[in-house]
């Protein structure tokens, strides 16, 4: 039924929606009063901060320490989840289960966002426990391995690390659903084109949030939205992909996905917010996997900035894409 919750929209097809934030509905195109509340407030606080700093070690450093203690704001972690330590070779993971888990073979493997730079399994808690609790499955959650004490190949590797665990314990490539926000969604096509390199199984879907996919930032969102991201400001981006881009060039598809052979890559939701200064990325990578025959959903949420989905404890937008992604990943995608 179109506008139920968690319904994929492809792209070019507006549908009737009872959500906040999508096509089809009056005053969606500035999205709700929370998030456009929450937006103007960045605008005045965060986002001047964020352009003022420059992405050095240093501050990488300071960041760190700060964002660490930010869990509490990105909501409440669900009665009854439970996480289990997995060590990795190069780092660990968290398997993230709640007390609504069916024992259903099929799992997600998630990577967090924060540029490659910021971020960690325990910060994304919440959003992990969500998605368990929504597709009543475990959730991998990899912290891998960040620039610039390592390489981006670095924590690709740890991703298919975690994903040949999964696959060890007795699931089949069909059972696994790779998923990350922000570089955690780049890094979701790395492990899908790894696995295709190496001859491991193919997962049975990539569900991208926000993907940072093309760092070398040639589509128009990194000029049209340059004001109007209330969170990522473009100086940010560059900063960090050039730090990124030690070894190769940021168009490389080691580095950026959309520009790699995407051929006989699994099914793609891909979910960006109108706002995001990365909107660009996931549009790009939504047609040239149409052009490799690759099923893909593009899902434009209207008034919503780069990474909302963070915030499903404040916006109704953040929490009908959790649902959206959820249904994705609950449902069997197939290999046809």
Excluded: K
């Amino acid at each position: 039924m179109p506008g139920a919750p968690g319904r994929p929209v492809e792209s070019g097809r507006v549908e009737e929606s009872e959500e906040p934030g999508r096509p089809g509905v009056p005053g969606a195109l500035r999205g709700s009063v929370r998030s456009r509340v929450l937006a103007a407030a960045l605008r005045r606080t965060l986002r001047p901060l964020l352009e003022r700093t420059p992405v050095t070690p240093e501050t990488l450093r300071r960041a760190r320490g700060i964002t660490g203690g930010l869990a509490p704001l990105l909501g409440p972690v669900p009665f009854g989840t439970t996480v289990r330590r997995i060590p990795l070779p190069g780092c660990h993971a968290d398997l993230v289960r709640t007390g609504r888990d069916t024992g259903t073979r099929r799992a997600v493997l998630y990577a967090h966002g924060g540029g490659f730079v910021l971020g960690s399994a325990r910060l994304w808690r919440a959003q992990v426990a969500r998605l368990s609790a929504l597709t009543g499955s475990p959730v991998l959650a990899v912290n891998y391995r960040m620039v610039p004490e390592h390489r981006v190949d670095d924590g690709v590797q740890d991703c298919v690390d975690a994903y040949r665990w999964l696959l060890d314990q007795g699931r089949t490539g069909e059972d696994v659903v790779l998923a990350g926000d922000s570089a955690g969604a780049n890094l979701a096509f790395a492990v899908a084109l790894r696995a295709r390199e190496r001859g491991l199984p193919r997962p049975a879907g990539i569900a991208a949030t926000s993907p940072w996919l093309d760092l070398a930032a040639t589509g128009p969102s990194y000029t049209a939205n340059r004001l109007l991201d209330p969170f990522l400001p473009a100086r940010a981006a560059a900063d960090v992909a050039r730090m990124c881009a030690v070894d190769v060039e940021p168009n490389a598809p080691e580095l950026s996905p959309c520009y790699a052979d995407l051929r006989e890559l699994p099914p793609v939701l891909i979910q960006v917010g109108s706002l995001d200064l990365l909107r660009s990325d996931g549009e790009l990578m939504a047609r040239r996997l149409r052009q490799a025959g690759v099923p893909c959903d593009l899902s434009v949420w209207h008034g919503q900035m780069h990474a909302f989905t963070l915030l499903a404890a404040l916006l109704p937008e953040a929490r009908a894409a959790v649902r959206e992604l959820a249904y994705f990943a609950a449902r069997p995608t197939g290999h046809g």
